[in-house]
């Protein structure tokens, strides 16, 4: 899997939009990007992912610029409990091995401050 | 309903002895994995199972060994536990190949005296 740089640490006002940025220069054409986020003590939990085009849920927007070098993950109103680690993660969605396995790195700790 | 469920939670025991964490996913999911995170809070891959069968071996000592008995279930059975096997085993799923999600057990917190 290509690998990903995030920042290590960022803090956001409750209630203001967090975003969270990803380099991934060497990411290739069939490769995803995926975003999750650790809240302390718990499961990673899935979040968003994308190819080329913009997307949104329920949870997140992400924003993949056009040649695909990096990415934003955008909480559009960011709550006390989105504090948590947020890991972007570039993967292959068909590894012709029968493997899709996910590889984290160290991920982003985001805080929101009241 | 608990997507994807490990027991127990927590496991305190002594070096030495054997334990088994267990994971069970009611998502029909064909493809379910373990993941070790350290103290220094790295999560890392340790075995994937698709369909019952063995994928993924990252170079994990072989006193750690998986069970599917069928595709809903991936067990871990740890054998003469030491101290270094202290860490968060998470378990996972997703439907296979193809680009979904994973969905994440809770975690089970193993703790080796």
């Known amino acids: 899997d290509a690998k990903t740089t995030q920042p290590t640490s960022m803090d956001c006002a409750e209630g203001r939009a967090a975003n969270l940025p990803c380099n991934h220069s060497?990411?290739?054409?069939?490769?995803?990007v995926y975003w999750y986020r650790q809240i302390h003590s718990q499961g990673p939990q899935y979040i968003i992912h994308?190819?080329?085009n913009n997307e949104t849920n329920e949870m997140a927007s992400l924003i993949i610029t056009e040649d695909r070098k990096s990415s934003t993950l955008i909480l559009p109103h960011a709550t006390l409990r989105d504090t948590a680690v947020y890991y972007c993660?570039?993967?292959?969605?068909?590894?012709?091995?029968?493997?899709?396995?996910?590889?984290f790195g160290k991920g982003t700790k985001l805080s929101v401050i009241p | 309903d608990t997507a994807v469920s490990q027991t127990p939670k927590y496991l305190v025991t002594q070096m030495g002895n054997d334990k088994s964490i267990k994971c069970e996913q009611n998502l029909g999911h064909d493809t379910m994995y373990w993941y070790k995170q350290d103290s220094k809070k790295f999560l890392k891959i340790m075995f994937s199972y698709n369909n019952k069968e063995l994928i993924i071996n990252e170079t994990v000592p072989n006193r750690f060994s998986p069970k599917s008995p069928d595709k809903a279930h991936l067990n871990l059975h740890i054998n003469s536990l030491e101290l270094g096997d202290s860490a968060v085993y998470f378990c996972a799923s997703t439907p296979g190949e193809g680009r979904y999600g994973y969905t994440f057990g809770s975690g089970t917190r193993l703790t080796v005296v």
């Open positions: 994308g190819l080329k």
């Open positions: 993660i570039v993967r292959a969605a068909y590894s012709g091995a029968g493997s899709y396995q996910l590889t």
């Open positions: 060497t990411i290739s054409g069939n490769e995803y």
